[in-house]
Nanobody, 126 residues
């Protein structure tokens, strides 16, 4: 069982930055591919970024490429999402996800990954 707890959300002006953190419980964190998703009001949850268990490979949605950076620290059981040059359209609830199956995590939210966090709100004002 893995529990994911996100933090770091908040209100920021357009052009600003935020860093989200996702702390995972359990001793097998390093076995999981980790990802970030987001859901804006009235929209479906969408993929944002993912990182392999060994930090070698990362994936990004086109909409955030060049602005967001995903990283992880397996010694701290934590994955991060550094968000720069934020735009009002980045406003959403951001969710952390974990899965041992890369394909399933990249296909999420359908099917759902093994674990979701509870989400953290990010609001970007214009």
């Amino acid at each position: 069982q893995v529990q994911l707890v996100e933090s770091g959300g908040g209100l920021v002006q357009a052009g600003g930055s935020l860093r989200l953190s996702c702390a995972a419980s359990g001793r097998t964190f390093s076995l999981y591919v980790m990802g970030w998703f987001r859901q804006a009001p009235g929209k479906e949850r969408e993929f944002v970024a993912a990182i392999s268990w060994n930090r070698v490979t990362t994936w990004y949605a086109d909409s955030v490429t060049g602005r967001f950076t995903i990283s992880r620290d397996n010694t701290k059981n934590t994955v991060y999402l550094q968000m720069n040059s934020l735009k009002p359209e980045d406003t959403a609830v951001y969710y952390c996800a974990a899965d041992r199956d890369l394909g399933r995590l990249r296909a999420a939210p359908v099917p759902a990954p093994e674990y979701w966090g509870q989400g953290t709100q990010v609001t970007v004002s214009s």
